[in-house]
């Protein structure tokens, strides 16, 4: 059928037109591999031996099977005899009763931009009173957010605000690096001489035993 517009014409199959609609000029795609998967299937099933034969060849030798699982083995060796090797602590009884008996932790944050107080229950892990010189309580009086007046401004408020919650007692554990010293000292001093006792706890850290072989 040829279309023109609205109007449908037969075309003879002799006629030179004919020839001419007919010509590919995209390449299609060869049916050649579909000609030949028949193929293989048909043999396939003509010859089942030959089938056995592809499988075992597709099959793993026995020997890498065996050493791998030697190595699993070995590696399972390893494992349980490097966890045996390690001692499982297990907590004392002053740091298993200790949060009881001290509820309430300190904890400063000092940043370059502002100062930050606060405190937290041990157990629950809940934050009780907290002081920070970027608040909109505190901010508009204070001339700086990060100098040594807004220190001695944040450690007044945390410890009125402390004494309110009837808190009076409190551990204060410096992070790793930290010295006692600067504005973290002013923070400290100001909360202790507003009314609430701070027990500094200073970890005791082993010295490193490149450390010790250099003094020796």
Known sequence: MRIRGN??????????????????????????????????????KDNPSRNLATKAKK?????????????????????SSSAG?????????KQLTDPYHQPFCLDIYISK??????????????????????????KFDLGSTRNSTACAAVGAILAQRALGD???????????????AGKLQIVL???????????VKIKQRRPNKAAQLHTV
């Open 189 to 199: 001093q100001s909360i202790i001489d507003h009314g609430i006792n701070v027990n």
């Open 113 to 138: 931009a502002s100062v930050r107080a606060c405190i937290v229950h041990r157990v629950t892990s809940k934050v009780v009173a907290v002081a920070h010189s970027i608040s909109k309580d505190m």
């Open 7 to 44: 109007l449908f014409y037969k075309l003879d199959r002799n006629s030179k037109e004919f020839e001419e609609y007919n010509l590919d000029f995209h390449r299609r795609k060869s049916s050649k591999k579909k000609d030949d998967k028949r193929e293989n299937v048909e043999e396939r």
């Open 59 to 79: 099959l793993p030798k026995l020997t890498k099977v065996v050493s791998s699982r030697n190595v699993t083995s070995l590696l399972d060796d390893i494992d």
């Open 166 to 180: 009837d808190i009076h007692d409190v551990i204060y554990t410096p992070r790793k690096g930290e010295r006692l």
């Open 85 to 93: 090797n390690k001692k499982q602590r297990t907590p004392t009884f």
